[in-house]
């Protein structure tokens, strides 16, 4: 017989290092698998062959997910010799039950040996196959629960249950799997909201500072409820009366925390970030206007939401009234104030600033000083993020953590790049690190 190459692949006997084979040719261009020939393409058969073509028909059934069987054919000839006939896959990647969609479930064919695929190649993977919006994409993380999601929508009185996962897109119809949708509603969401306090104008002395994980639902509570709290009274005396007037309008940080939330994007894997100080409380979130749209575009109630089905759900809690509407409402609230919201967008930066009322105009910060301090937190904002620094954060994203090993893993990298890329976003501010030596681990800022 001839020899193993990029569509061929030799097996003495059947082990479950078969289904890899199946996934590797499934995930790039088919191939065929003859089980009962040795490395050297030597027909040597098999002592049972029938029973061994039912543990393979049934193993490949149950050991690889999304169903893989329609471009499977398995013929038992006439040599004791099982052929298996891959053909490319249309939904791709095809993984490891046991394992998961990430490189140690997921293979691919490089010729003549199937290897672990890079996360890289599984993203663009499930783009291909998926489609390019974050949202509808199948979510890397399969074991998903939502009890504050149940307990959400409970609150407002709107059906939650696994029969209406496919309307609200929380499942794909093609294989029912989790959607990344389903992950930011999920208990185990890793994307999060940073809030802190400052002391100073330009926000570099903390006073406090708080994240909040979990579920999207959670965090918009657990955030605004920090929020109402440094939210300050101040009051005034008009003969013997006293007038109370809060520091910013409730609804103006409800309506800046939805909009956080709801048109960030998640394809980053940075947290929504919320500073606080005397004068002001800025919301930063990831991504920047959807091609077409301008700021006057949004002040104007223009609107094209980047997560659709996620806006759609928020819409149906009565979160939101209406897509445009909420930029329009904070204008509104500081009509009569000289100091107005403002809002300032880069290519991958959205920041909405809501003045502080209570401020006298007496007391805001100088022209010169605020203009520096607003290049500043820009020029912050719009800090180079490489490709190898990207593929860093995705890996966070995903599973937490990562050490020196990983990242030259992922960037095909040597040990001294790696430290030097690692350091350079530890001084950018995008990772942390604890622990040294063989026990350094670094996680999301």
Same mark, same amino acid.
């Given at each position: 017989?001839?020899?193993?190459?990029?569509?061929?692949?030799?097996?003495?006997?059947?082990?479950?290092?078969?289904?890899?084979?199946?996934?590797?040719?499934?995930?790039?261009?088919?191939?065929?698998?003859?089980?009962?020939?040795?490395?050297?393409?030597?027909?040597?058969?098999?002592?049972?062959?029938?029973?061994?073509?039912?543990?393979?028909?049934?193993?490949?059934?149950?050991?690889?997910?999304?169903?893989?069987?329609?471009?499977?054919?398995?013929?038992?000839?006439?040599?004791?010799?099982?052929?298996?006939?891959? #053909?490319?896959?249309?939904?791709?990647? $095809?993984?490891?039950?046991?394992?998961?969609?990430?490189?140690?479930?997921?293979?691919?064919?490089?010729?003549? !040996? !199937?290897?672990?695929?890079?996360?890289?190649?599984?993203?663009?993977?499930?783009?291909?196959?998926?489609?390019?919006?974050?949202?509808?994409?199948? #979510?890397?993380?399969?074991?998903?629960?939502?009890?504050?999601?149940?307990?959400?929508?409970?609150? $407002?009185?709107?059906?939650?249950?696994?029969?209406?996962?496919?309307?609200?897109?929380?499942? *794909?119809?093609?294989?029912?799997?989790?959607? *990344?949708?389903?992950?930011?509603? #999920?208990?185990?969401?890793?994307?999060?909201?940073?809030?802190?306090?400052?002391?100073?104008?330009?926000?570099?002395?903390?006073?406090?500072?708080?994240?909040?994980?979990?579920?999207?639902?959670?965090?918009?509570?657990?955030?605004?409820?920090?929020?109402?709290? &440094?939210?300050?009274?101040?009051?005034?005396?008009?003969?013997?009366?006293?007038?109370?007037?809060?520091?910013?309008?409730?609804?103006?940080?409800?309506?800046?925390?939805?909009?956080?939330?709801?048109?960030?994007? $998640?394809?980053?894997?940075?947290?929504?970030?919320?500073?606080?100080?005397?004068?002001?409380?800025?919301?930063?979130?990831?991504?920047?206007?959807?091609?077409?749209?301008?700021?006057?575009?949004?002040? &104007?109630?223009?609107?094209?939401?980047?997560?659709?089905?996620?806006?759609?759900?928020?819409?149906?809690?009565?979160?939101?009234?209406?897509?445009?509407?909420?930029?329009?409402?904070?204008?509104?609230?500081?009509? &009569?104030?000289?100091?107005?919201?403002?809002?300032?967008?880069?290519?991958?930066?959205?920041?909405?600033?809501?003045?502080?009322?209570?401020?006298?105009?007496?007391?805001?910060?100088?022209? *010169?000083?605020?203009?520096?301090?607003?290049?500043?937190?820009?020029?912050?904002?719009?800090?180079?993020?490489?490709?190898?620094?990207?593929?860093?954060?995705? $890996?966070?994203?995903?599973?937490?953590?990562?050490?020196?090993?990983?990242?030259?893993?992922?960037?095909?990298?040597?040990?001294?790049?790696?430290?030097?890329?690692?350091?350079?976003?530890?001084?950018?501010?995008?990772?942390?690190?604890?622990?040294?030596?063989?026990?350094?681990?670094?996680?999301?800022?």
């Amino acid at each position: 017989m001839f020899l193993e190459n990029e569509n061929t692949e030799f097996k003495s006997q059947f082990t479950d290092e078969i289904y890899k084979e199946v996934i590797a040719f499934a995930n790039t261009d088919g191939g065929n698998i003859f089980i009962g020939v040795d490395d050297k393409g030597n027909g040597i058969g098999l002592d049972d062959p029938d029973d061994i073509y039912t543990r393979i028909t049934n193993g490949i059934r149950d050991a690889i997910q999304p169903d893989v069987t329609m471009f499977i054919r398995y013929m038992l000839q006439k040599n004791k010799i099982i052929k298996i006939e891959v #053909s490319e896959g249309s939904y791709k990647p $095809y993984y490891l039950k046991s394992k998961g969609i990430k490189p140690s479930g997921v293979y691919v064919r490089q010729g003549a !040996s !199937s290897v672990p695929a890079s996360m890289d190649m599984i993203r663009q993977m499930i783009k291909n196959s998926d489609g390019n919006t974050f949202e509808n994409m199948r #979510s890397l993380d399969q074991e998903l629960t939502f009890e504050e999601a149940e307990k959400t929508f409970s609150n $407002y009185n709107v059906e939650f249950s696994k029969e209406k996962f496919a309307k609200l897109g929380l499942i *794909n119809l093609h294989d029912g799997q989790y959607t *990344n949708l389903a992950f930011l509603l #999920s208990d185990q969401c890793q994307h999060s909201i940073k809030a802190a306090v400052f002391a100073d104008e330009t926000m570099t002395v903390f006073k406090d500072a708080k994240e909040f994980k979990g579920s999207i639902f959670r965090q918009l509570n657990d955030a605004y409820s920090y929020l109402l709290i &440094n939210n300050r009274t101040s009051a005034v005396f008009n003969g013997l009366e006293r007038i109370e007037s809060k520091d910013y309008p409730d609804e103006a940080i409800r309506e800046a925390l939805l909009n956080a939330i709801v048109h960030r994007d $998640y394809s980053f894997s940075g947290s929504i970030i919320i500073n606080i100080n005397d004068y002001c409380m800025e919301f930063i979130s990831l991504g920047g206007l959807l091609s077409g749209l301008s700021v006057d575009d949004i002040c &104007n109630g223009v609107s094209q939401p980047r997560n659709r089905d996620l806006a759609e759900i928020f819409h149906r809690l009565k979160l939101i009234e209406s897509y445009g509407t909420g930029i329009r409402r904070i204008l509104k609230l500081y009509e &009569n104030y000289e100091r107005k919201p403002e809002i300032i967008v880069t290519p991958n930066v959205f920041k909405l600033i809501i003045p502080n009322m209570n401020v006298s105009n007496k007391h805001t910060v100088g022209q *010169n000083e605020l203009e520096e301090a607003k290049r500043k937190t820009i020029d912050k904002s719009a800090m180079k993020i490489t490709h190898q620094m990207r593929l860093i954060l995705d $890996y966070l994203s995903d599973y937490g953590e990562m050490g020196d090993e990983d990242i030259q893993d992922i960037l095909n990298v040597k040990r001294t790049r790696a430290y030097m890329i690692a350091r350079q976003m530890i001084d950018m501010g995008l990772i942390n690190c604890k622990g040294r030596g063989t026990g350094k681990r670094y996680y999301l800022q």
